[in-house]
């Protein structure tokens, strides 16, 4: 398969507990991207990297959460002391360079209980 | 915050019938693209209207975008079960590499 893929398909986890997902993109695409999306919402945008370089970030990402990029390749996303509000599908996307569209993962589905 | 906002949110039609839906935006545009979300899975790309584009065709996909009225439709002809999902827009703006996508369009056919 040679898609976009996220790892794991499903997390559930306590409040307070760090949770790490990882996204693998198309190997040709150098933009990467993350999404959040919550229940009968559309996905809001979180963060994008172009290679290595984490370019843009929005609000919605806190200091709890941290997204790195290290060889412009995988990524991985981390949220730091869960809160119930972080319960969410998380979508990682990617694209090349001056292409918009973007093909995404299936997702992690995240609960914090 | 959301750009896009799709209209109707729900639409039930049967096999065969034709299904439209509308979403509006809120700043100028660079592309406008839709998107298709089987339930819990990732989106698919459907179809992607440049700004200076007023109409696309892709398979039994048809999309029309209107800058003056900042809004676009996207018609699926001849539906069929297999098209129930939810369908998003999604907006993005020159020298943003964010999508602003809208709550999405659930829509059901009927076999």
């Known amino acids: 398969d040679t898609g976009v893929s996220q790892d794991p398909r499903h997390k559930i986890t306590k409040r307070g507990q760090n949770v790490t997902f990882r996204c693998d993109p198309i190997s040709e695409h150098n933009r990467l991207y993350w999404y959040r999306q919550t229940l009968g919402q559309g996905p809001e945008f979180l963060t994008y990297f172009q290679n290595e370089a984490q370019l843009e970030k929005s609000r919605l990402l806190s200091d709890r959460f941290s997204a790195e990029r290290p060889k412009g390749s995988f990524s991985t996303l981390e949220i730091q002391r869960t809160e119930q509000g972080d319960s969410a599908m998380y979508l990682c996307a990617s694209s090349l360079d001056g292409v918009t569209e973007a093909f995404f993962g299936q997702g992690t589905r995240l609960t914090v209980v | 915050s959301q750009q896009g906002e799709e209209d109707p949110q729900a639409l039930s039609i049967q096999e065969g019938e034709n299904a439209t839906m509308n979403c509006s935006y809120k700043t100028s545009i660079n592309n406008l693209q839709w998107y298709r979300q089987n339930s819990g899975r990732g989106l698919v790309h459907l179809i992607l209207?440049?700004?200076?584009?007023r109409e696309k065709h892709s398979g039994r996909l048809r999309v029309t975008l209107d800058t003056s009225k900042k809004s676009s439709s996207l018609l699926i002809t001849a539906s069929r079960a297999a098209d129930t999902a939810s369908y998003f827009c999604a907006a993005d703006t020159y020298g943003n590499n964010r999508l602003a996508f809208g709550k999405g369009n659930q829509v059901v056919v009927i076999p």
């Open positions: 209207i440049r700004s200076n584009e």
